[in-house]
Antibody, heavy 119, light 110 residues
Framework: EVQLVESGGGLVKPGGSLRLSCAAS????????MNWVRQAPGKGLEWVSS????????YYADSVKGRFTISRDNAKNSLYLQMNSLRAEDTAVYYC????????????WGQGTLVTVSS | QSVLTQPPSVSAAPGQKVTISCSGS????????VSWYQQLPGTAPKLLIY???KRPSGIPDRFSGSKSGTSATLGITGLQTGDEADYYC???????????FGGGTQLTVL
């Protein structure tokens, strides 16, 4: 069974940093591209970043470019999101999401971890 | 403002059919596969449709997807109260080199 479990969310002050982790199991992690998708309270889904299976290709939404860094450790079956210079508008539930082999669709989602940026 | 445009809400009676539209451009829907996701209240999204019109295992055939040009449509027949959820379309935008989602459509089954 595919499982994606996020951790690392919490309350942080504006300008602060936070590192999210996603532990993957039930599939060959090193074979899949992975994504972070976020959802602000009461709002829609927003794609944040994606990383290819070998970390060769990395993409970011303009809203986080230069502040967030996606990475992965295939030996540990883990995905990360380092978030710096956090702003109030980064407050959201952050989902770890597996990208399907055949297309850009996300075929599995984690349960999400809440990041709150507030003074 | 989302790159993909969806109606904010749709509604229909139990047993009826509803369609949800998703409009984009040549850089996203026009040249890439479209996916649809269902998000029940308080839960993570779930993949409903991938590659424009394919259903993952376990998704009933009441759910269907289609694409024409720069627009896509999700269809749901035989509506059930359990279908009340937010529905999102998504794809890749080749010009932005970014994933994009629609703003979401709230389905109410009256």
């Amino acid at each position: 069974e595919v499982q994606l479990v996020e951790s690392g969310g919490g309350l942080v002050k504006p300008g602060g940093s936070l590192r999210l982790s996603c532990a993957a199991s039930g599939f060959t992690f090193s074979s899949y591209s992975m994504n972070w998708v976020r959802q602000a309270p009461g709002k829609g889904l927003e794609w944040v970043s994606s990383i290819s299976s070998s970390s060769s290709y990395i993409y970011y939404a303009d809203s986080v470019k230069g502040r967030f860094t996606i990475s992965r450790d295939n030996a540990k079956n883990s995905l990360y999101l380092q978030m710096n210079s956090l702003r109030a508008e980064d407050t959201a539930v952050y989902y770890c999401a597996r990208q399907s082999h055949s297309s850009s669709s996300v075929d599995y989602w984690g349960q999400g971890t809440l990041v709150t940026v507030s003074s | 403002q989302s790159v993909l445009t969806q109606p904010p809400s749709v509604s229909a009676a139990p047993g009826q059919k509803v369609t949800i539209s998703c409009s984009g451009s040549s850089s996203n829907i026009g040249n890439n596969y479209v996916s649809w996701y269902q998000q029940l209240p308080g839960t993570a999204p779930k993949l409903l449709i991938y590659e424009n019109n394919k259903r993952p295992s376990g998704i009933p055939d009441r759910f269907s997807g289609s694409k024409s040009g720069t627009s896509a449509t999700l269809g749901i027949t035989g509506l059930q109260t359990g279908d009340e959820a937010d529905y999102y379309c998504g794809t890749w935008d080749s010009s932005l080199s970014a994933g994009v989602f629609g703003g979401g459509t709230q389905l109410t089954v009256l």
